[in-house]
Nanobody
Framework: VQLQASGGGLVQAGGSLRLSCAVT????????FGWFRQAPGLEREFVAA????????YYLDSVKGRFTVSRDNAKNTVTLQMNSLEPEDTALYYC???????????????????WGQGTQVTVSS
């Protein structure tokens, strides 16, 4: 499966961005998807995830209430809506896919076999 992330950019604190992940190559409905981010000098960090059916979502505590992950099974797209952005959200954002996830590993990057190329999000203060 191939993933293509887009939608990053430069925004002022308090603003919003909508990241999209276009998925091709395999049956979209068979995959769980996650969003991760990595700031310079730091490890890759879990941000959000959504299971196959779309009813189960998971978030990093610091983005709960500000970010929303969703999926469109008809368009083979996963979206991360980011509101009330903070300078601490500045990072390279990646979408990732996994055909098998258990709850205990959903925040672990190693649980995801497929990765997109990343899109840069920069939030100015």
């Amino acid at each position: 499966v191939q993933l293509q992330a887009s939608g990053g950019g430069l925004v002022q604190a308090g603003g919003s961005l909508r990241l999209s992940c276009a998925v091709t190559g395999r049956t979209f409905n068979n995959y769980n998807f996650g969003w991760f981010r990595q700031a310079p000098g730091l490890e890759r960090e879990f941000v959000a995830a959504i299971r196959r059916g779309g009813s189960n979502t998971y978030y990093l505590d610091s983005v709960k209430g500000r970010f929303t992950v969703s999926r469109d099974n008809a368009k083979n797209t996963v979206t991360l809506q980011m509101n009330s952005l903070e300078p601490e959200d500045t990072a390279l954002y990646y979408c990732a896919a996994s055909s098998t996830l258990i709850t205990s590993t959903i925040r672990n990057p190693q649980a995801y076999a497929y990765w997109g190329q990343g899109t840069q999000v920069t939030v100015s203060s």
